[in-house]
Every structure is written in C-alpha cells, then in structure tokens.
T-cell receptor, first 116, second 114 residues
Framework: AQSVTQLGSHVSVSEGALVLLRCNYS??????LFWYVQYPNQGLQLLLKYTSAATLVKGINGFEAEFKKSETSFHLTKPSAHMSDAAEYFC??????????????WGLGTSLAVNP | DVKVTQSSRYLVKRTGEKVFLECVQD?????MFWYRQDPGLGLRLIYFSYDVKMKEKGDIPEGYSVSREKKERFSLILESASTNQTSMYLC?????????????FGSGTRLTVV
C-alpha cells in the first residue's frame, strides 16, 4: 500500500531564507508524486509533479523538488522565501485503484510560516 | 484552464437539516471527488465517482451520500447535518490519467453546522 509522510506539520522560516519541506513516500511500484499548495480559505493548487521524467522538477513560484528513489523522498525547496509563500503544502502520491484508475494518497500537510 | 466550481464558499446550516453541496467542472473530466479537510487530519476522502451514476465510498462516507446524474456535476449530500460535520469541503476532478495529471480542485465550501 502506498503512503505519504510529511515531516513537520509546521515550518517557520525567515523571509529570504531557504525553504525545505520534506516528503517521504512508500510505494511498491514507480510512483507519480505531486506537491500542492493551499492558501488560506482556498482550494489546492498544483505546484509541481514528478511523472518519471527528470528527477529534478521545477514548479510555479520558484519551487522545485527532487525525486530520490534511494531515499524514497520528494522534498520541496525554494532558495529564498517570500512572505507570499506562507500557506499549507501537501505532498501526494498516486495509487492504482480499480479499473486502472488512480487516486491520490495525501500527506497530512505542512504549514509554512514566513517571518519578516 | 479547467475550472471546478463549488456553489458556495461559506454555508451555515442548522443541526438536522439536509444539506446539498454542489460541484461543477467544465472540462469533461471522468473522475470527481469529495474531500473534507480538518486541522491536523489533512484531506479525507468522502466519496468519489469514475463515471456518471457511478460512486464509490471513500474513507469516511458515514453521514454522507452523493449524486452524479450528469458528467459535469457531483453533489455531496448531508442527510441530517450534525455539528461534527462542520468542516471545509473540497471538490476535485481529474481525467483517467490521474497519475500523470493529478487533480484540479474547487475553492472549497466552509460549512458550519449550528
């Protein structure tokens, strides 16, 4: 069974500092991996995804993530945090379901605070 | 861009009322999903549908039902609202290629049951 673990439910960084949000997955087959962002009182928006092409994936708003099979990780990074990055971030992995359809399996989320 | 529209952003209902949450998507997606989101519990899947008139239970279906009479519309029904159903409800849709494309979410409905 596939699962996702996000280490750290709350992360706080200073404006301009490196952002690192951790995601580890378990999967018996090559996974598809996703990061989503949720701003307050809004739905989730796709940041980036890994679909077995390049292991370093670039997304929107300067975020990127690196797929590391040996570590079963897909950590999200941004070199310099901006106040507007304060949000909830979710990591997800796809799971093969009935009829070859897939559902996403979600981590519990990491709340990112950016301090001035 | 795919749009997933949830009919209400904020809703206040009384205990025991029957509540309908509507979700409409405009890109002919096969799959639709209803989640609830609570602090510390992440996203929990209530129901999902792979096609018109098809539905499957998710992880927490108790107290809810769904309807999908048309491909673009997926309704979540709270048969008799209770205070423990106060939550943020999120609708999402996708093609069959979930693994490659992920989900598209609506803006959410924050439901308060008093």
């Amino acid at each position: 069974a596939q699962s996702v673990t996000q280490l750290g439910s709350h992360v706080s960084v200073s404006e301009g500092a490196l952002v690192l949000l951790r995601c580890n997955y378990s999967s018996s087959v090559p996974p598809y991996l996703f990061w989503y962002v949720q701003y307050p009182n809004q739905g989730l928006q796709l940041l980036l995804k890994y679909t077995s092409a390049a292991t370093l994936v670039k997304g929107i708003n300067g975020f990127e993530a690196e797929f590391k099979k040996s570590e079963t990780s897909f950590h999200l990074t941004k070199p310099s945090a901006h106040m507007s990055d304060a949000a909830e971030y979710f990591c997800a992995v796809s799971r093969l379901g009935a009829g070859n359809n897939r559902k996403l399996i979600w981590g519990l989320g990491t709340s990112l605070a950016v301090n001035p | 861009d795919v749009k997933v529209t949830q009919s209400s952003r904020y809703l206040v209902k009384r205990t025991g009322e029957k509540v309908f949450l509507e979700c409409v998507q405009d890109m002919d997606h096969e799959n639709m999903f209803w989640y609830r989101q609570d602090p510390g519990l992440g996203l929990r899947l209530i129901y999902f549908s792979y096609d018109v008139k098809m539905k499957e239970k998710g992880d927490i279906p108790e107290g809810y039902s769904v309807s999908r009479e048309k491909k673009e519309r997926f309704s979540l029904i709270l048969e008799s609202a209770s205070t423990n159903q106060t939550s943020m409800y999120l609708c999402a849709s996708s093609t069959h290629r979930i693994g490659e494309e992920g989900y598209t979410f609506g803006s959410g409905t924050r439901l308060t049951v008093v």
